[in-house]
């Protein structure tokens, strides 16, 4: 393939994905120009690719894909401590640090934040604002597939920060994904007393055993809310993490936590849908429910130390390598595997 030239998975439309040649990026000052070793598939792209982006931030046509690592090829003027060959990661984002939000110290919530997509090609450009807030080096002893996953890896630990996992708690995790799985690593990681981990297919649940979880509930044979309380004493879970994004197991989380706990609903569900909660569970259950949305750039310098050191070991999420022109088929196995967590795409 020329050098002038990259392949690149386009998204023409929800549902319409395509591979395609577009134009080599040029690099600007303060940019660089990376050349993908690895990209991670998520469960936010497979949703891109079903039904859209919760508010336009996406407009298609665009490539896409945002859990990446690779090497720098180009570094645009006024970068130093960039170097061309250097292992990098960035993140998807980047705030302004001058709204609102981020005055206030929300700087997931920024009014004017910076995303980055596009992963899925032979070439990404990094703007310079995401050179100067959310870039790393990737440790030599670190594979790129490991360094992608710092991204999920950084969403979790902004959501396990806020519901305040503490030592000694259960926690429950509904959804045997690769998000509820490392909120299961992260969560062991805590120092917690039991992990309970609910999902529908037993390859995944057999998994989540594998990583740590200390009891495992196949929702389609037993009912998951009955056998938290079972295992917590009647009580319930301190802390519930609903990890899969539909309005039915939003509102199981909110009944399977105990009074004065935590419900921390962070699977993302489709726009304009709702859910029902009793006021009693509130008020008179003093239970605490909240939503986290994205990750700030401190959690991603976190996530990648964290993976790194071997604190938190991602490798068992990355089940299968494909080529970029194969990205399409890995799509379809995502829909449809019961075993497969993420792919790793390689151009």
């Not at 990661?89 to 005055?103: D, I, T, V, Y």
């Not at 939003?250 to 029902?276: D, N």
Request: aromatic share 6%; net charge neutral.
């Amino acid at each position: 393939m020329s050098r002038e030239k990259m392949n690149a998975a386009l998204l023409y439309g929800v549902k319409d994905l395509r591979v395609e040649s577009i134009d080599k990026p040029e690099v600007g000052p303060g940019e660089a120009l990376v050349k993908v070793k690895a990209a991670t598939t998520c469960g936010t792209d497979v949703k891109i690719f079903q039904r859209g982006y919760v508010g336009g931030v996406i407009q298609y046509p665009t490539v896409f894909g945002h859990e990446w690592a690779g090497d720098v090829v180009e570094v645009g003027e006024g970068v130093s401590w960039l170097k061309r060959g250097m292992r990098v990661r960035a993140g998807n984002s980047s705030p302004c640090l001058r709204c609102k939000m981020c005055e206030k110290g929300n700087y997931n919530l920024c009014e004017d934040m910076m995303w980055l997509w596009g992963a899925y090609a032979e070439y990404i450009k990094v703007p310079a604002r995401m050179v100067r807030l959310n870039m790393q080096e990737i440790p030599a002893h670190l594979s790129y597939e490991e360094a992608a996953i710092t991204e999920p890896l950084a969403c979790v630990l902004h959501g396990v920060e806020e519901a305040q996992v503490k030592l000694g708690d259960t926690v429950a995790i509904i959804g045997a994904g690769p998000v509820g799985l490392l909120h299961l690593l992260t969560a062991e990681k805590m120092g917690v007393e039991k992990v309970i981990v609910s999902d529908l297919v037993d390859e995944r649940l057999q998994i989540a055993q594998q990583l740590g979880a200390e009891e495992i509930v196949n929702a389609k044979q037993e009912e998951p809310v009955e056998k938290v309380r079972q295992l917590t004493g009647g009580y319930g879970a301190d802390v519930v993490i609903e990890a899969i994004g539909l309005p039915a197991t939003w509102e199981q989380a909110l009944r399977m936590v105990r009074k004065g706990g935590t419900v921390l609903e962070f699977g993302g569900c489709p726009p304009e849908t709702e859910i029902k909660v009793r006021t009693e569970l509130l008020h008179y259950g003093e239970v605490t429910v909240l939503g986290t949305f994205h990750t700030t750039p401190a959690h991603f310098k976190k996530a990648l130390s964290l993976i790194a050191s071997g604190t938190i070991k991602v490798k068992p999420l990355t089940t299968r390598k494909m080529k970029l022109d194969e990205i399409k088929d890995a799509f379809g196995i995502l829909t449809t595997s019961k075993s497969d967590l993420k792919i790793a795409v390689l151009p």
